[in-house]
């Protein structure tokens, strides 16, 4: 059975469209309730976290309803990090665990991500599973009179959450003496990212943390570093993080206002585990759209690039498969298998912090190890149905492009897991022939759209 609203990070779309509606997210709640409550007579527990979208109080209590229809007993979080509600999805022993959030998307989009009782992402045939359940009769399954769950709100998540973060930072450490701009993208990290930071001892400058519903992601955190550069520069600071809506990402800003993207961030993270005997195998895992520049870094340091198809899911699957504990995407999902389950900003930032500490240099020193190959990505949109990939034209001149880029490149086109996009990265070391077959493919993508 294809999957019809689980993509790659969940279900997404426009709020109030559908499948983004009050009823999908009833069907939702009343079908993962039912797929992850066991026979026995215990309570069963689903536990609820959002980020700061003014539709969220629209999917929460639809979700809400379908949980306690079944009989499941609710914990409400409110606005808390997707990597948080994972870990309190294993700390309070729940079945099942939510995440309203369209994590990177602007306002007007949201999700539901969806983690089993270890605090993992939903595997495919769950999705399956939960997806058949979806469409039973809204009235088949319910929980007699008795049986009906309850809702509560857990007020000290986010203190929790705290607590647990500041436990990743090595104990001999301190950031006192560190001047630090976090850009929460008016979103799910908002509260906790300050509170972390300056309890571990930094001077904190926050922005992005005025959530009004409608402004997460706008103009601010991972998806737009102007505003954390503009303030980097300001105020002088060592350092800029910015997190995306739900903080499971993470960039970095050098003290100079340059970008330090995740696969930077990972060849750090790796080099230093690698170095304190921390790192389980000699390598990371990182998704087909990293740079060559990484994988050449890690070889010459003595470490492997293990490549998955995108979708930080996909990451972390690997990383159990076959034993890593750093792995993430260039986009700056971070993940640290010692210690989420899930890509965490914040808890990726501070071991960047980490390092930056000990070496006792500048980010911009530490943080840039290796040039980036040439690289270019372009999105093309598509109508919703259409299958522009399949055009027997688009095939030939990707075959074409593959073959003139040979061994000194890499060309990417996929469809997007959460948007009708698609998307065509290429790199390589002659920067002129990546644009040219970038444009070809991007050309034949959109003659194939007016086509259909």
């Known amino acids: 059975m294809q999957r019809a609203f689980f993509g790659t990070d969940g279900i997404r779309g426009t709020a109030n469209a559908h499948p983004m509606t009050p009823e999908i997210a009833l069907r939702v709640g009343l079908a993962a309730g039912k797929r992850f409550m066991s026979k026995d007579e215990r309570r069963h527990l689903v536990v ?42 294993r700390s309070l022993r729940a079945d099942l665990g939510v995440m309203i959030s369209a994590s990177h998307n602007k306002y007007a989009d949201n999700g539901i991500k969806l983690f089993g009782p270890d605090g993992y992402k939903m595997s495919d045939a769950d999705e399956v599973e939960i997806e058949r359940l979806m469409a039973e009769p809204l009235d088949k399954g319910l929980a007699a009179p008795a049986k009906l769950g309850r809702a509560q709100r857990i007020d000290d998540a986010q203190a929790r959450y705290v607590e647990i973060v500041k436990a990743t930072f090595p104990k001999k ?14 979103g799910a990290g908002y509260k906790v990212a300050p509170t972390a930071l300056y309890e571990l001892g930094a001077e904190v400058i ?14 601010c955190g991972s998806t737009d570093t102007r505003a954390l550069r503009e303030a980097v520069l300001k105020y002088r600071a060592d350092i800029g993080v910015a997190l995306d809506g739900d903080a499971d990402r993470v ?12 696969d930077q961030l990972m060849a750090l993270i790796a080099g230093a585990w690698k170095k304190a005997g921390a790192l389980s195998k000699p390598g990371i895992v990182a998704t087909l759209m990293s740079n060559l520049g990484l994988e050449r870094y890690l070889k010459k340091n003595g470490m492997t690039l293990e490549r998955t198809q995108v979708g930080d899911r996909y990451v972390v699957e690997a990383m159990r498969a076959k034993g890593y504990n750093v792995g993430g995407e260039q986009s700056g999902h971070i993940i640290l298998s010692d210690f989420s389950t899930t890509g965490d900003g914040l ?23 290796f040039e980036p190959a040439p690289q270019l990505l372009e999105n093309v949109r598509f109508k919703n ?28 086109v996929r469809k997007s897991g959460t948007e009708p996009l698609v998307r065509i990265m290429a790199e390589g070391d002659d920067e002129a022939l990546v644009q040219d077959v ?13 086509a259909a």
């Open 48 to 89: 609820i976290g959002k980020d700061t979208r003014l539709s969220g109080y629209m999917i929460e209590p639809a979700l809400v309803a379908g949980f306690t229809a079944v009989g499941m007993d609710v914990r409400l979080f409110g606005p808390l990090p997707t990597p948080a509600v994972a870990m309190m999805t």
């Open 173 to 186: 450490l301190k950031l006192a003496g560190l001047r630090v701009v976090i850009d929460a993208a008016n």
């Open 206 to 219: 926050p922005i992005g943390v005025e959530p009004n519903g409608f402004n997460i992601n706008q103009e």
């Open 251 to 262: 960039l970095i800003m050098d003290e100079k206002g340059q970008l330090v993207d995740g």
């Open 347 to 369: 808890i990726a930032a501070l071991q960047v912090l980490a390092a930056l500490v000990e070496a006792e240099r500048p980010v911009s020193e530490v943080c840039h190890l």
């Open 385 to 412: 149905g259409a299958a522009p990939l399949e055009n027997e034209k688009v095939q030939e001149t990707i075959r074409a492009a593959e073959k003139r880029l040979g061994a000194k490149g890499r060309i990417v």
């Open 438 to 450: 970038v444009g070809e493919i991007a050309n034949a993508v959109r003659d194939a759209e007016r």
